[in-house]
């Protein structure tokens, strides 16, 4: 079992580029989380996927953040127009089912310059 | 909206002290409540170190242990000994998978903890 998988770990980006984030979640996990970690805000809730489908984006941003679920072994967080506030380690997690427990990647770590 | 507020750090101790590092919850769109605790070792990812789903018991975990208190609404992690290899960031966490909740998790800041030999 390889855990979560993040992709890159770490991603420069100039501001107004577009930056990709991949998440590969474990094997068999039905659900499928972002969050976003920044010194000043903490860890912070994003987006939910249960079965690809999406189910909770409440945390999102309403611009230029979107993600998807194409298939069940990758999520994708976009990132359009970066602009610096948006550097942060961004973590992913799945979980088994109904199970409560969330299984964290590696994490990837953006810097906007 | 729910929140999590826990022990600012850097929390500083010497191997073989007690520890205790605070968490306190507000749960307001949660009516079961299930509270938990990840850690950072260093150069290593967040990992769940214990979970709690009802009210009234304790989860334990490598030494630790914390209690879910509804009537006081917290949920501390205590350690009779620490050792040098405790050293790690702890997020105390607050989540559930009762009724619509999805069970996304809503994090304390960390506590930053370092034990000195």
């Known amino acids: 079992n390889a855990g979560v998988i993040q992709t890159p770990r770490h991603k420069v980006t100039g501001k107004g580029q577009e930056a990709t984030l991949w998440c590969e979640p474990i094997s068999g996990h039905s659900a499928v989380f972002w969050y976003r970690q920044t010194i000043v805000q903490g860890l912070e809730f994003l987006t939910y996927?249960?079965?690809?489908?999406?189910?909770?984006d409440s945390g999102m941003p309403k611009e230029r953040f979107s993600a998807q679920m194409p298939n069940q072994s990758h999520s994708t967080l976009k990132i359009q127009s970066t602009q610096p506030q948006d550097s942060a380690v961004y973590l992913c997690?799945?979980?088994?089912?109904?199970?409560?427990?969330?299984?964290f990647g590696p994490g990837t770590r953006l810097l906007v310059l | 909206g729910d929140s999590v507020t826990q022990t600012e750090g850097p929390v500083t101790v010497s191997e073989s002290e007690s520890l205790i590092i605070n968490c306190t919850y507000s749960a307001t769109s949660i009516a079961y409540p299930n509270l938990f605790w990840y850690v950072r070792y260093p150069g290593e990812g967040l990992q769940l170190l214990l979970k709690?789903?009802?009210?009234?018991q304790k989860g334990s975990s490598r030494g630790f242990e914390a209690t879910y208190n509804k009537e006081t609404t917290s949920f501390h992690l205590q350690k009779a000994s620490v050792q040098e290899s405790d050293s790690a960031v702890y997020y105390c966490?607050?989540?559930?998978?009762?009724?619509?909740?999805?069970?996304?998790?809503?994090f304390g800041h960390g506590t930053i903890l370092r034990v000195h030999p």
């Open positions: 709690v789903i009802t009210a009234g």
């Open positions: 997690a799945s979980r088994p089912g109904h199970q409560d427990t969330q299984y």
């Open positions: 996927f249960r079965n690809q489908a999406p189910i909770d």
């Open positions: 966490a607050l989540g559930s998978l009762s009724g619509a909740n999805t069970g996304k998790l809503t």
